[in-house]
C-alpha cells in the first residue's frame, strides 16, 4: 500500500510540474534556439557586472550570447536587442549590464537604454546617476546629448530611465521613442534595451514590436 502510494505521488508530482529542466527542454516547448546559456550564481545581485572579468566563466556565457546574435540574421544583423524576462528578479537587468559589456569589448559602439521605467536597475548596477534619462527625453525636457552617460572611460553609453512616470506604457509606445530609437540606431552600432519583464506588463511586447527595432532577447532562469 505504502509503495503504491508513493508511486502514485511521484507520478502526479511529475505530471504537474511545469518546469522546464534544462536547454533542450526549453528549446522544444518553445520552438527557437537558445542564444546562449549563463551559469546560475546567487551572488549576482551584490556582483552583478561580470562581463569586466574576462576569466570568469559566467562572462563567457555572455560573450557566447554576443557571438551568436550575431547568426541571427547574416545580411542584416539586429542594431537593437530589447532584454527581457517572464516574471521580474529573473536576471533580465543583469543580462542586459552583462552583454552591453561584452558587445563593448568587441569593439562595437553600444548604447544600453534604461526602458524598465517601473523597477529600473541598471543605474544602480553602473553606479551612476538614474535621476535624469529616458522620461526626459521622451517629455521634451532634455536632448539626448544631456543625459547620454559615458561609463567605463568611453567603453559604452548608458541612457538611464530617469524619473518613473505614472503611465510607462504609454511612454514606451509613443512616437518619441520610435523616434529616439531612429536616432539611436543612426548613432551605435548596436543598442541594447533593458525591459520591464513581459508578464506582468505589455511594455516589452512594445518595444520589441512596435517598430521592427531589433529582436527580443528573453532571460529564461534566474541569472
Request: aromatic residues 4%; glycine residues 8%.
Amino acid at each position: 500500500l505504502g509503495l503504491g502510494i508513493g508511486v502514485a505521488y511521484a507520478i502526479i508530482r511529475e505530471q504537474l510540474d511545469t518546469s522546464v529542466k534544462g536547454e533542450s527542454e526549453l528549446a522544444e516547448l518553445t520552438g527557437r534556439t537558445n542564444l546562449g546559456l549563463v551559469m546560475y550564481d546567487p551572488q549576482a545581485e551584490s556582483t552583478p557586472l561580470v562581463a569586466l572579468n574576462q576569466q570568469s566563466v559566467r562572462a563567457e556565457g555572455f560573450r557566447t550570447v554576443r557571438t551568436n546574435l550575431q547568426y541571427v540574421d547574416v545580411d542584416e544583423p539586429p542594431k537593437a536587442v530589447v532584454i527581457t524576462s517572464a516574471l521580474p528578479n529573473e536576471g533580465k537587468s543583469t543580462t542586459a549590464c552583462n552583454l552591453a559589456i561584452a558587445l563593448a569589448q568587441a569593439g562595437n559602439d553600444v548604447c544600453l537604454v534604461e526602458a524598465d521605467l517601473r523597477k529600473p536597475k541598471v543605474a544602480e548596477y553602473l553606479g551612476i546617476d538614474g535621476g535624469t534619462g529616458l522620461v526626459d527625453i521622451l517629455t521634451g525636457q532634455q536632448d539626448l546629448d544631456d543625459v547620454l552617460v559615458s561609463w567605463q572611460r568611453n567603453l559604452l553609453s548608458v541612457v538611464p530611465s530617469g524619473p518613473i512616470p505614472p503611465n510607462p506604457s504609454e511612454i514606451l509606445g509613443s512616437r518619441q521613442m520610435a523616434q529616439l530609437l531612429d536616432q539611436l540606431r543612426e548613432r551605435f552600432d548596436t543598442i541594447v534595451i533593458d525591459a520591464p519583464p513581459l508578464l506582468p506588463v505589455s511594455d516589452a511586447a512594445i518595444l520589441a514590436l512596435g517598430g521592427g527595432y531589433g529582436i527580443a532577447l528573453t532571460v529564461q532562469s534566474p541569472l
